[in-house]
């Protein structure tokens, strides 16, 4: 059985940074994507960064240059390193995980419905 736990999250202030962190358990594909993805209430959820396998990865334009996602070399921790936060990055933060392999298209626009795992999320609150 697969379970992405996050952790990682808290509060802080504006200009502050955090690094979550996603374990992944029971997950054995060879090549796959995970994701972070965040929802604010009222919000839509966002993609805001994936990576493949493979190397791929891709950033939300509200994640350029502020945000990192990377792994660990066995794979099995996903991290994203939040630099100078801003107000409007609070949200509930989700770990995410394909079924497998995924497209070029998936990984480029974080298409959600691609992503068949999600963690419980954790939560960013960031003031200013």
């Known amino acids: 059985q697969v379970q992405l736990v996050e952790s990682g999250g808290g509060s802080v202030q504006a200009g502050g940074s955090l690094r979550l962190s996603c374990v992944a358990s029971?997950?054995?594909?060879?090549?796959?994507?995970m994701g972070w993805f965040r929802q604010a209430p009222g919000k839509e959820r966002e993609g805001v960064a994936a990576?493949?396998?493979?190397?791929?990865?891709s950033y939300a334009d509200s994640a350029k240059d502020r945000f990192t996602i990377s792994q660990d070399n066995a794979e099995v921790t996903l991290y994203l390193q939040m630099n100078s936060l801003k107000p409007e990055d609070t949200a509930m933060y989700y770990c995410?995980?394909?079924?497998?392999?995924?497209?070029?298209?998936?990984?480029?626009?974080?298409?959600?419905?691609?992503?068949?795992?999600w963690g419980q999320g954790t939560q960013v609150t960031v003031s200013s």
């Open positions: 990576l493949g396998s493979d190397g791929r990865i």
């Open positions: 029971g997950y054995t594909y060879s090549r796959y994507c």
């Open positions: 995410a995980a394909t079924v497998g392999d995924c497209s070029d298209y998936d990984i480029k626009h974080r298409y959600a419905p691609a992503f068949g795992y």
